[in-house]
């Protein structure tokens, strides 16, 4: 069945750097867009990042220029490489999956139908 197990989180001071780790299986990974998505406490959950199965990349206003989404497909694993990260970036960070092989990528939080655990990211000195 489809897994997808989150890690890399951790506590970081403002203006650090995290990369985010999400590895999938139960199924083919060259074929599925994958999205991160994060929740901090209180808020609703947000798209973060999304890359198509083709490699294109989305990306919320708050995160652009800051983030960056990549995948390898051979290991079964897409990333998110956080820098300059600032407080407002604290939240539990989840991949997913949307199980519709081969369609235009986007963050819409609806379209993602498998999730992982999620990851904590704190940004504080």
């Known amino acids: 069945q489809v897994q997808l197990v989150e890690s890399g989180g951790g506590l970081v001071q403002p203006g650090g750097s995290l990369r985010l780790s999400c590895v999938a299986s139960g199924f083919t990974l060259d074929y599925y867009n994958i999205g991160w998505f994060r929740q901090a406490p209180g808020k609703e959950r947000e798209g973060v990042s999304c890359i198509g199965y083709d490699g294109i990349t989305k990306y919320a206003d708050s995160v652009k220029g800051r983030f960056t989404i990549s995948r390898e497909n051979a290991k079964m694993t897409v990333y998110l490489q956080m820098n300059s990260l600032k407080p407002e970036d604290t939240a539990v960070y989840y991949c997913?999956?949307?199980?519709?092989?081969?369609?235009?990528?986007?963050?819409?939080?609806?379209?993602?139908?498998?999730w992982g655990q999620g990851t904590q990211v704190t940004v504080s000195s």
């Open positions: 997913a999956l949307r199980g519709v092989p081969r369609v235009r990528v986007n963050c819409s939080i609806f379209e993602y139908n498998y």
